[in-house]
Structure formats: C-alpha cells, structure tokens
T-cell receptor, first 114, second 112 residues
Framework: AQSVTQLGSHVSVSEGALVLLRCNYS??????LFWYVQYPNQGLQLLLK??????LVKGINGFEAEFKKSETSFHLTKPSAHMSDAAEYFC????????????FGKGTSLLVTP | DGGITQSPKYLFRKEGQNVTLSCEQN?????MYWYRQDPGQGLRLIYY???????QKGDIAEGYSVSREKKESFPLTVTSAQKNPTAFYLC???????????FGPGTRLTVL
C-alpha cells in the first residue's frame, strides 16, 4: 500500500519568508507524487507532480519540490511567501492500485502573516 | 471551457433520506473518482470508475452507491445507511495513469 505523511498540520510564515511543507511517502513501487492546493470551500488545484523524470519538479506559482528517494521525501518549497499562498496544501501518492486514485495526506494549513 | 461541474454546491438532508450528488465532466476522461473530505483527515476515496459501466469500491464505500452509465457523468448517492454523511464531497476525473487529476468545486452535504 502507498501512503504519505505530512508533518505539521499548521505552518505559519511571514510574508517574504521561505515556505517549507514536509511530505514523506511510503511505497513498495516507484511512486507518483503530487502536491495540491485548496482554497476555502473550493476544489483542489494541482501545484506539481513527480512521475520519475527529473527529481526537482517545478510547479505553478513559484512552488517546487524535490524527490529524495534516500529520505522518502517530497517536500514542497517556495522561496518567498505571498499573502495569497495562504491555503490548505495536500501531498498525495498514486499507483496501480485503485485505478491510480490519489492517496492523500491529512493536509497542512499554511498561514502567511504580514 | 472544459472542466468538472458538481451540483448542488450546498445540500441539506434529513436523517433517513437518500440524496444524489451530481458530477459531470466534459474533458473526455475515462476515469472518474469520488472523495470525501473531513476536517483534519485529508481526502478519502469512496468510489472510482475507470470506464463506462464499471466502478469499484474505494476505502470508505459503505453507505454510498454510484453509477456510470455515461462517460461524462458519475453521480454519487449517499444512502440512509451512511451513518455520518456530513462532509465535503469532491469529484475528480483523470485522462490516464500519469495524467493530472482534475477536481470539481465540491458539494457540501449537511445532515439536519
């Protein structure tokens, strides 16, 4: 079975500071990993995905994530936080089981303070 | 514009009633999914369908039912057997195994 664990249910950063959201995965096969963002009462939007190509993945809105097999991690970063980045962020993994459905972490709520 | 629509946005149900949540996509995707979201628990898979006239149970299918009679449509029925149905429900579709999974805007169901 494949799963992800997000460390920290709430993260607070100052505007302009580095954003780091942590995600560790567990998988017996090479995983497909994703980061999604959700604004209140809305659906999810894909930020970026890793599908075994480059280990450093660049996404939308200045976010990027690095796949580290040795650490089983896929942490999300952004060099400088904007107020508009405040949202819920989900890490997810998929594989051949369940029709390649996504298996989500519990989410990290990002707060950006002025 | 291509995308996924869900209706209604808000739904209220009395205990003992069945309700059906609509999900329509015009992305020509074969695979469709239903997830349930509860605060602090992330999203959990209810049902999925990889092709018309076929669907499979996900992790929390008890108390739910689906149909897939058309490629574009994947309605979810929340039955009276679902003991705690109050949640935010998200529908998604996907083109292939490595494709992006697109999400609808969600339906918030509240049991009165």
């Amino acid at each position: 079975a494949q799963s992800v664990t997000q460390l920290g249910s709430h993260v607070s950063v100052s505007e302009g500071a580095l954003v780091l959201l942590r995600c560790n995965y567990s998988s017996s096969v090479p995983p497909y990993l994703f980061w999604y963002v959700q604004y209140p009462n809305q659906g999810l939007q894909l930020l970026l995905k890793y599908t075994s190509a480059a280990t450093l993945v660049k996404g939308i809105n200045g976010f990027e994530a690095e796949f580290k097999k040795s650490e089983t991690s896929f942490h999300l970063t952004k060099p400088s936080a904007h107020m508009s980045d405040a949202a819920e962020y989900f890490c997810a993994v998929s594989g051949p089981g369940s029709g390649y459905a996504l298996n989500f972490g519990k989410g990290t709520s990002l707060l950006v303070t002025p | 514009d291509g995308g996924i629509t869900q209706s209604p946005k808000y739904l209220f149900r009395k205990e003992g009633q069945n309700v059906t949540l609509s999900c329509e996509q015009n992305l020509n995707h074969d695979a469709m999914y239903w997830y349930r979201q509860d605060p602090g628990q992330g999203l959990r898979l209810i049902y999925y369908s990889q092709i018309v006239n076929d669907f499979q149970k996900g992790d929390i299918a008890e108390g739910y039912s689906v149909s897939r009679e058309k490629k574009e449509s994947f309605p979810l029925t929340v039955t009276s057997a679902q003991k705690n149905p109050t949640a935010f429900y998200l529908c998604a579709s996907k083109e292939g195994p490595l494709g992006e999974q697109f999400f609808g805007p969600g339906t918030r169901l509240t049991v009165l």
